[in-house]
């Protein structure tokens, strides 16, 4: 119950703290992307060479959800397909301008919220910080596995 109780606090005080970067930044944000459209730009910027099928495999959603998807990110120059020359029916997805305008942004607010807010913090608990952060990952990795 104690650890549920600090749990709970700690979602809180992130979802204040989420609330007033949104507020920061909001300007430098102007695009209009959902959450599903930017897991997979984040999928396609990490794995070079992506196919459709597989940024399917790595969202668990349909096939047909991940092509709709993509198409209106070509339209708004986020994704670019591209035919695989050794297997023409193989289609290989990459990220286009906007994309790259885009994470310039986030690389660009990450930037500022180390200079203006991370740099209060000392550099034992900013590793304790990326250490909580990982072992989170690391756990809801082996849970995602376990299903």
Do not use: P
Request: glycine share 2%; proline share 0%.
């Amino acid at each position: 119950m104690e650890r549920e109780m600090y749990v709970r606090e700690a979602f809180e005080f992130l979802s204040k703290v989420n609330t007033k970067m949104v507020m920061e930044f909001n300007s430098l944000f102007n695009h209009e992307i959902t959450q599903k459209q930017l897991l997979i730009l984040q999928i396609v910027r990490d794995v070079e060479n992506i196919t459709v099928n597989e940024i399917s495999q790595q969202t668990g959603l349909s096939l047909s959800s991940v092509s709709q998807l993509i198409g209106r990110l070509e339209k708004e120059n986020y994704l670019k397909r591209q035919v695989n020359i050794n297997n023409r029916r193989e289609v290989f997805v990459s990220l286009d301008s906007e994309a790259d305008l885009l994470f310039e942004n986030y690389n660009r607010v990450d930037s500022y919220l180390i200079e203006k807010y991370y740099s209060e913090f000392s550099v034992e608990e900013v590793k304790q910080f990326r250490n909580l952060v990982k072992k989170l990952y690391n756990v809801m990795e082996q849970k995602g596995e376990e299903k």
